[in-house]
C-alpha cells in the first residue's frame, strides 16, 4: 500500500515541461524539513491507496504526464511498481525527489527532477552526490536558491560536478523571498549554463492554494 497526500489535475508549475497539464500524485512523508518548504501539510496527512487505486484515480484525468512528488516520494517502496504501471500504462511520468535518497532503482524511463539542496533550505548536509553520476541526460536538476549566498553555492556546483553532464539545470528563486529579477542577474553576469524558473503555478493560482 501507498500512503498518499493528494492526486490532482494541474498545470506543471517547474521543469522542462512547464505550462503543460499533468496529474500530480503527492505522496506522504518528508524525512527533511527544508526551511521554505510550502508543502508542510504532506509530512504527515495522507490515506492508504493500492498501486491500482492510484493508477485508476491517474487515468481518470486522460492526461499523459503524470508527476509522482511528496514529500519525499522514494521513502515508500511501492514507489516503484507505481512508477513501472504507469510507464506500461503509456504515461510520461516525471519524480520529483530530494536528492538526498538514492536515484538507482528508478526506471530508467522515469523522468527525474532531483534538487541539490542548498545552504539556506538548512538541509545542503543531505545532499546524495553520487545521484548526480546517476542523471540520464532527460532528467534535471533542480537548485532552490533564497539568497545570494545559495547562488554562490550552486554556481560552485554546477561548474565543478555538473559542467560535464547534459541534463537540464534550473534555478528556482523562493517565492516571495529571493526576487527572480536579482536572480536573472546574476545568472547573465557569470554566463551560468542554466535556467531561471518562476513556480508557474504561484502566479496563476494564490501561492498558498492547495492542489495546484
Ligand atoms: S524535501 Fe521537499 S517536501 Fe521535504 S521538506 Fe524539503 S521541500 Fe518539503
Redesign the pocket.
Known sequence: MLTVNEIFHSIQGESTRAGRPCVFVRLTA?D???T?????Y?FHEGRSMTVEDVVRTVDQYGCPLVEIT???PLLQDEVYPLMERLLASGHTVMLET?GHRPIDRVPADVIKVV?VKCPG?G?AGKNYWPNLDALAPHDEVKFVLADRADYEFAREVVRTKLHDRTSPIRFSPVHGTLDPKQLAEWVLADRLPVQVQLQLHKFIWHPSTRGV
Do not use: H, V
Open positions: 518528508c527533511l524539513r527544508c521554505w518548504c510550502d508543502t508542510p504532506a511528496g514529500g519525499e530530494g534538487d533550505s538541509e
